[in-house]
């Protein structure tokens, strides 16, 4: 099964456009149906996924997304992590 995941899904590189397919129970009718992001970073195949709003609170695995062939947001959109506040 794993095998087959990984011809299924390549492996997404740092830099590269993704697609975030919502949920229909989480958004309503007006929202979009997807999030558009970038890869800052990949750590033992779970990817981070940013926006030009901000990163995104969880890790992905990569059946989760779809790689773009365009590019719409570069890596250096992404603004820095803030530290929480104390």
């Known amino acids: 099964m794993k ?5 299924r899904f390549f492996p997404g590189k740092e830099g590269e456009n993704v697609k975030i ?3 229909d129970v989480v958004r309503a009718r007006c929202d979009l149906r997807c999030i558009l ?4 970073s990949v750590n033992d195949n779970l990817y981070e996924i940013g926006t030009k709003e901000g990163r995104l609170h969880q890790l ?13 947001i570069q ?12």
């Open 37 to 40: 992001g970038v890869i800052p």
């Open 75 to 86: 890596a250096d959109d992404v603004p820095p992590v803030q530290p929480l506040p104390t």
């Open 21 to 23: 397919k919502i949920s």
């Open 3 to 7: 095998s087959s995941s990984e011809e």
């Open 60 to 72: 992905y695995s990569r059946n989760q997304f779809t790689i773009c062939k365009e590019v719409f």
